[in-house]
């Protein structure tokens, strides 16, 4: 509650309420009031509104802070009604709803005032009642503009009518807006009276807006607008990326030492002024356009005419002064209708590249004014069709006395003359198909009536001006022009023009017409010629072409001449294009009407009636592939070799497709698809010559690779695999490490999936997104480690290399075998060895008993137990899951879609199945790899039924000689499990046979053919079924292994949905740095576990050792093996024999 006291000096009490004090001094009858806000940060909690007052100043004054903040958390800001002049400063509104400020029919002050962050406008103007002035003003982030000046304010009558308004904007920053129009600045004033407003040392950055980025004039009637010194960069809008104008009256906007910097749109990259009236004009002088960008989207329609820098309808343009228009990848000036663009001082258009007229293009009647002294520069400017410096359109009917193009000075007005005291020069202007040339004339009959009759080519092939050592003749171009070829034709109206017409095919190669060439024509069966029809302004002139006749398959003519003949003084560019039978991409060629069509959009191809086509791509992993032999289109829907970084967004990806008209031909296709991983063939099925697959390479990336040092290469790989791996399976059987038991198990489980190669591609990608360095060491800490128990030896950490010249992808697979049965292959050595040490072979005996004792003193030291059964079950789960992966991965088809193009009318879709792109699935080459991997996975499926049958007895009469072993290798499994021995227990030995049906379950799911997005969902449901079948059975007999072996789980499925894809161009959802490191986090604490876990045994087996424990070391034999209760009862069994035969 306010007291009346914080009204009187010395201010003892502050007052809380503003709308309290400003109540108070209003019935009092103060028509001044002047309010200190010494509170540095406030809220406000309602919209406050002042009205009918003579004065209200409002000062932050506070001693913590220069300016005072008030927060409105979304409320509207403060309202300002029939008040003869408010004055504000040293003030922050943050947050509020629809205004910070409102003033309605005041005049303002605001001085040093920040808003930002308002849902509705930062300030809003409705009829200033004389002046409006802001100095040092920001406006940041509001969402619906920031600075809004309107003239109508609902349906309220304004007290007084003042003829003359002033806007006075200086050092006012618009920073980061949004609005439908004007971002930055709407002014909306179409009322009667006149505004003068000016806009000094002010800048507009970051806005955006569907008209006008930074400022949008609508219906601004009987307005002066002059910006000085004030800058235009990185806005956008559709129309008008610095600025739109809609003016409809007699408007003035003028720019002095302006920039217009970076500015998109998709209409009037910098400028977009539309008017309808020819009474106003817009004057620039001392201005700078410079990289200013025309957008480009299939929703949007871009016209020629408003391909610009600045464009302008039915407004004159004014440019004087040291003006440059450079480097805008749009037009420089585009203009249209009746009106002029006057250009006087020194005028430079430099590299600026536009459909039409690189520099200047003119439409629908308007005209070009030189000024007197006027010095042009035109330099390196470009445009796609026509006049790469100047263009002057199909003209409309004019009066006789206005030509497009008239000088001007103070004697004679304006006037076409030989002599226009002026200096206009040309260097480097080209089209983008590389012909030169500067200027486009549609005809130069329209001039022909100026009196004094001026001859055009006089005027331009003048003194003044100046081709840089090019004929004036080759320097202008005129219609009528046949475009064939990317070679532009010129010929006079009314005579006959030869035009020799090159055929080839899209690859560049010139060929025969044995096909028939398909013209864009009007085609007469019944007349012996074909009429190709141009479009005029005016009317449809014919041009006559001769019939043509076809080369023979054996004759050697690759070119045909046609003859042109134009009729009437009309002209016109008209472009004749041959097509033999191969099409632009994404069309085949109709046998029946001779015509390229679209392939109906089937699969992933899109096709356009402008014959450019999309093709989509999903995760990166399509893939397509022109073959010439055959004629076809291959697209894959799975991907082969994925690069480690997908290609960078540029202008030949668009989101999810690629465009493939931009590629000119199929085989810049195969090119773009193939050629960034040195490969090629179908579907990129090879590498390059002088390339081949690299061994150690997850994605298969090709290196270069000769047959020189084959060897030595071949010699390093068995090294790699087979070295480590005998010194990882002589550790493991040293130090008895049991991957069976139920730590292990869960890790080894863990280490497995987390190493197949599917799941190695996405962290690879993913931790490359961080610095290189940095994602590079995470990258090699999680893969390496788990690797090894993968038997990955060192895989990641080596850099790619080949063993010999063209291995593929299939051969690489085949020799992950080596490493997969490494550790079961020198387990059975070392059982055999240690039967025929048993048995006293001499030789084994001479070479193994120095070794055998070493090793005894070794294990009696530190109490090594070896137990080979417990050795052959840790090396065989080891090498299980890379041997199932390992066949999954040759078992394993991709789909491919085949558009052929055959004798028929319509193009084919042929649906193949494939192992990789050059190996049909179960063909004569896959035959002999798919029968062993087959092989190999019935012999796999072998160990779960028999660990399952074995827990239920099902193998209990059976009687064979390996009885013993196979009991033993089962309890090794069993363990960890239940037995159901305990009351109320169950028995849970089956989960052995569980487990490894498990694991063949998740590499069918890795190794299928799904979708990327399909297989990260799938995974995630198989591991979380998993979870749950641990937590309701609870198999382990210790409970916390199954606490383990579900948090094992969880955070696999946490990684995989880590990095799930989201969007299909820019990759998974884990691209932050945070997101990655906590995933790399998680990744990693399984092996920071079994770390602790193995440094505690360690410290127990260090500490024993120091205190003396040494315990008696047996030798190693299979009988020891066995377990008890077998050896029990087969003894039991022996004397019960005994006794029945002395019976």
């Known amino acids: 509650m306010d007291n009346f006291l914080c009204l009187y000096s010395p201010r003892t009490v502050p007052c809380r309420s503003l709308e309290y004090a400003v109540s108070a001094g209003t019935a009092k009858e103060a028509s001044n009031i002047t309010v200190f806000i010494e509170d540095s940060s406030l809220f406000l909690q309602d919209s406050v509104m002042l009205k009918q007052h003579h004065y209200i100043f409002m000062i932050g004054h506070s001693s913590e802070a220069d300016i005072v903040t008030i927060k409105c958390n979304g409320n509207s800001g403060l309202i300002f009604k029939d008040i003869s002049q408010v004055k504000a400063s040293n003030m922050k509104f943050i947050d509020c709803g629809s205004h910070a400020l409102l003033f309605v029919n005041c005049s303002l002050e605001l001085t040093n005032v920040f808003l930002e962050g308002s849902i509705g406008s930062g300030v809003v103007i409705f009829r200033a009642h004389k002046y409006a002035k802001l100095d040092n003003v920001c406006f940041i982030r509001n969402v619906n503009g920031g600075l809004v000046i309107k003239e109508r304010y609902r349906d309220y009558r304004f007290r007084g009518d003042n003829s003359n308004v002033s806007v006075i904007l200086n050092t006012v920053h618009f920073i980061n807006n949004t609005a439908f129009g004007g971002a930055g600045l709407l002014v909306d004033v179409s009322g009667r009276r006149k505004h003068n407003i000016t806009i000094s040392s002010s800048t507009f950055t970051s806005n955006t807006a569907t008209r006008g980025g930074g400022v949008f004039l609508n219906a601004c009637r009987n307005c002066r607008i002059t910006f000085t010194q004030t800058n235009f960069s990185l806005n956008s809008a559709v129309a008008g990326g610095g600025m739109s104008a809609a003016l409809a009256g007699h408007e003035n906007v003028t720019f002095q030492n302006c920039l217009f910097l970076h500015n998109k749109a998709y209409k009037g990259a910098a400028l977009h002024i539309q008017g309808t009236a020819t009474s106003h004009t817009v004057y620039i002088s001392d201005t700078s356009f410079m990289h200013n960008t025309i957008e480009h989207s299939t929703n949007i329609t871009t016209l020629v005419s408003e391909y610009g820098t600045i464009v302008s309808h039915y407004s004159s343009l004014w440019l004087g002064g040291d003006s440059s228009i450079t480097n805008n990848a749009a037009s420089g000036i585009t203009i249209g209708g009746p009106v002029t663009v006057s250009i006087g001082g020194n005028a430079n258009f430099t590299s600026n590249t ?180 141009a479009n005029y302004v005016e009317a449809s002139t014919p041009f006559i072409v001769p019939k043509m006749s076809f080369a023979s398959k054996n004759g050697l003519n690759h070119s045909k001449v046609i003859t042109f003949w134009s009729v009437g003084d009309t002209t016109a560019t008209t472009k004749v294009t041959a097509y033999i039978r191969r099409c632009p991409p994404g069309n085949y060629f109709n046998r029946t009407n001779h015509k390229c069509l679209c392939v109906k959009s089937q699969y992933f191809i899109k096709c356009h009636s402008d014959w450019s086509s999309h093709f989509f791509y999903l995760k990166g992993g399509w893939l397509m592939y022109y073959d010439f032999s055959s004629d076809s289109i291959f697209v894959s829907s799975q991907q082969f070799y994925q690069p480690l970084i997908a290609p960078a967004v540029d202008e030949e990806w668009i989101d999810n497709y690629m465009d493939l008209d931009k590629l000119k031909s199929m085989s810049a296709l195969n090119e773009f698809s193939c050629g960034r991983m040195k490969r090629e063939g179908i579907l990129c099925s090879r590498c390059q010559e002088g390339y081949s697959t690299a061994v150690n390479s997850y994605n298969f990336i090709c290196v270069k690779c000769s047959s020189n040092g084959m060897w030595k290469r071949i010699i390093y790989f068995l090294l790699l695999n087979v070295l480590p791996g005998i010194v990882f399976c002589f550790v493991l059987t040293l130090f008895s490490v049991r991957v069976s038991s139920d730590r292990m198990n869960a890790f080894v489980i863990y280490s497995q999936i987390i190493s197949h190669p599917f799941i190695v591609t996405q962290l690879q990608y993913q931790f490359h997104q961080l610095d290189s360095n940095w994602g590079s060491v995470l990258f090699h800490l999680v893969t390496v480690p788990y690797g090894f128990w993968n038997l990955d030896f060192f895989k990641t950490l080596l850099p790619p290399f080949c063993l010999s010249p063209g291995m593929t992808n299939i051969h690489v697979w085949t020799l992950q075998y080596l490493s997969a049965g490494l550790p079961l292959g020198l387990t059975l050595i070392l059982i055999l060895l240690s039967n025929l040490y048993d048995c006293g072979c001499k030789p084994l005996l001479l070479l193994a008993r120095p070794l055998y004792l070493s090793m005894g003193k070794l294990k009696r030291y530190w109490n090594i137990k070896v137990n080979m059964i417990n050795v052959f079950a840790t090396f065989f789960l080891l090498s299980y899951t890379k041997l199932l992966y390992t066949s999954a991965s040759l078992l394993s088809p991709v789909t491919v879609y085949i558009y052929e193009t055959v004798e028929s009318y319509e193009p084919t879709i042929a649906t193949k199945v494939y192992l990789q792109p050059d190996y049909f699935f179960f063909g004569d080459k896959h035959l002999p790899y798919s029968i062993t991997a087959i092989l190999l996975l019935f012999l796999l499926l072998l160990p779960p039924i028999l660990l399952i049958g074995h827990s239920k007895r099902l193998f209990s009469r059976c009687r064979c000689p390996f009885q013993l072993s196979v009991a033993a290798f089962a309890d090794v499994f069993y363990g960890s499990y239940k037995d159901g021995v305990s009351h109320g227990e169950k028995d849970c030995r089956y989960f052995a046979g569980i487990d490894l049906i498990s694991r063949l379950v998740i590499v069918t799911i890795l190794n299928t053919p799904f979708g990327d997005n399909i297989r990260y969902l799938v995974l995630p449901l198989a591991l979380a079924t998993g979870i749950i079948l641990v937590t309701y059975i609870q198999p382990y007999r210790q409970k916390w292994a199954n606490l383990i072996h579900g948090i094992f789980l969880s955070i696999l499925i946490s990684i995989v949905m880590t990095f799930s894809p989201v969007n299909s161009s820019y990759g998974p959802l884990g691209s932050s740095i945070a997101l990655v490191v906590i995933a790399w986090i998680f990744a990693m604490i399984p092996m920071f576990y079994i770390l602790l876990y193995a440094l505690r045994n360690a410290y127990k087996r260090a500490r024993g050792f120091y205190m003396g424990r040494n315990t008696k070391h047996c030798d190693v034999t299979l009988s020891d093996s066995i377990p008890y209760r077998l050896i029990n009862n087969n003894n039991n069994n022996n004397k019960k024999n005994n006794n029945n035969d002395n019976n």
């Open 354 to 533: 536009g459909m039409n007229g690189g520099a200047i293009a003119l439409y629908d009647g308007s005209s070009i004014i030189i000024r007197k002294g006027l010095e042009a520069f035109f330099a390196s400017n470009s445009a796609v069709n026509k006049g790469p410096a100047l263009y002057f359109s199909h003209v409309v009917p004019r009066r006789a006395e206005n030509c497009f193009l008239l000088f001007e000075d103070n004697k004679n007005g304006q006037s076409l003359s030989k002599e226009c005291n002026c200096s206009m020069t040309f260097v480097d202007n080209l089209l983008s198909s590389g012909l030169n040339g500067s200027i486009y004339i549609a005809s130069f009959n329209v001039c022909s009536s100026v009196s004094p009759h001026v001859d055009l080519s006089d005027v331009l092939c003048s003194g003044e001006w100046d081709y840089r050592g090019n004929l004036c003749k080759d320097q202008i171009m005129t219609g009528p022009s046949v475009i064939i070829n990317d070679s532009l034709f010129t010929a006079l109206s009314g005579k006959e023009t030869d035009i020799p017409i090159q055929t080839y095919d899209e690859s560049g190669h010139e060929v025969t017409l044995i096909t028939p060439v398909v013209f864009v024509s009007f085609d007469d069966k019944n007349s012996s010629e074909e009429t190709i029809y």
